[in-house]
Each structure stands twice: as C-alpha cells, then as structure tokens.
T-cell receptor, first 114, second 112 residues
Framework: EPEVTQTPSHQVTQMGQEVILRCVPISNHLYFYWYRQILGQKVEFLVSFYNNEISEKSEIFDDQFSVERPDGSNFTLKIRSTKLEDSAMYFC????????????FGDGTRLSIL | GQSLEQPSEVTAVEGAIVQINCTYQTSGFYGLSWYQQHDGGAPTFLSYNALDGLEETGRFSSFLSRSDSYGYLLLQELQMKDSASYFCAVSGSSGNTGKLIFGQGTTLQVKP
C-alpha cells in the first residue's frame, strides 16, 4: 500500500539554525498538509497546499515557516531561526482528489531544538 | 473559538465494547473524522462521517449528529492492539481547504 514518507525521522538542531523537513506524499495525491504535535498534546494544523500554492495556514505558520514543492514528488517544510518551542513531531499528510478524502499521514519527523 | 471535546482516558477489557464521544464547536463543518495513533506514531485514518448516522467499518463504527454537534467512535470486540490514542477531527472549519482540527485525544487502555 502506498504511503507518505518523511525524512529525517529525527532531527536535532541548535536554536537559531534553519531546518528543512522533507516529505514524499503518495504519488497520485493532490492535497498536502503539515501538522505538528508537541509531546503529549494534540495534533495541530500548520498549512495546507494545493496546486503549488498555500490554501490555508494557521496562526502558528508565521514568517518563520515556509513550504515548497520543488519537484513532482517532494514537499518540504522549512523552519528558519528555530526556537526551543519548535521542538515537536512534525507530520506530513496528503489526500487524494477531494479535500475531504481521508488524509494519509507519514511517520513524522521528531524535531529537537537545543 | 473552535474546540473539540473528548474524554482524556478510557479503560476497557479485552472483548468489550467502548464508545469514545466527541463534541465540537466550530465555525464551519464538513465532516468528522477519527484517527488512531500508537505511541506518537503516524495518525491512521479510521472513519469519516459527513452525514448524520452510523458508518460501520469492521469492528469500528462512527456516528454523527450534526444538529447536536456530536459524534462517537464505537470499538467492538476490543483487542489488546486497540490500546492507542484516538482523535476526533473536524474538517471544513474555515472553508474547504482540507484543514483538520483535532481534539485532544482519548487514550484507550485495553486490559486482559
């Protein structure tokens, strides 16, 4: 069964550095998302992306964050000037033709900011 | 504001039936989904309700009442592997962008 893949599985970075989290969505999916989950808390929406542009972003997704689909397969989340509070699990998800189709999540990248 | 309420913890024994409730308050609504998460891993889609009524998928069923802003997930014939966190999530809270708003999650512990 096709799946969403995320790399790296764990990223440790010094505060103030930039990180890029990578995702390969399921190949025939058209809608892409990033979520984050701080340890022990709920999953929080960051951004949705369709047709090479952001559809919606949350209040969390400020100028520190950006997303890109650099080619036909990858979907990246860049976090600039990382802060301690950016430490979380970041999940990429994708869904098929309809925005209300089930979202398939990757295994996540655990980001640890030191 | 937008919020989803679900119990924080539920405990049940193997073979039993358990119901996890979810009430929501959002500015828009297309549907209610349920996701399972084991040990902080990938949330896995279980069920989706856009219309009132019951959706059944094997041992799992989900119910929605739009007029009551309420839904539940029903797990039957519980197995030890069902021990996990279960999240309800609303789509359509702010237009049709696919954004999901998740509840805080319910930790289900299944005991022998």
């Amino acid at each position: 069964e096709p799946e969403v893949t995320q790399t790296p599985s764990h990223q440790v970075t010094q505060m103030g550095q930039e990180v890029i989290l990578r995702c390969v969505p399921i190949s025939n999916h058209l809608y892409f998302y990033w979520y984050r989950q701080i340890l022990g808390q709920k999953v929080e929406f960051l951004v949705s992306f369709y047709n090479n542009e952001i559809s919606e972003k949350s209040e969390i997704f400020d100028d520190q964050f950006s997303v890109e689909r650099p080619d036909g397969s990858n979907f990246t989340l860049k976090i600039r000037s990382t802060k301690l509070e950016d430490s979380a699990m970041y999940f990429c998800a994708s869904s098929e033709r309809d925005r209300n189709q089930p979202q398939h999540f990757g295994d996540g990248t655990r980001l640890s900011i030191l | 504001g937008q919020s989803l309420e679900q119990p924080s913890e539920v405990t049940a024994v193997e073979g039993a039936i358990v119901q996890i409730n979810c009430t929501y308050q959002t500015s828009g609504f297309y549907g209610l989904s349920w996701y399972q998460q084991h040990d902080g891993g990938a949330p896995t889609f279980l069920s989706y309700n856009a219309l009132d009524g019951l959706e059944e998928t094997g041992r799992f069923s989900s119910f929605l009442s739009r007029s009551d802003s309420y839904g539940y997930l029903l797990l039957q014939e519980l197995q030890m592997k069902d021990s996990a966190s279960y999240f309800c999530a609303v789509s359509g809270s702010s237009g049709n962008t696919g954004k999901l708003i998740f509840g805080q999650g319910t930790t289900l512990q299944v005991k022998p």
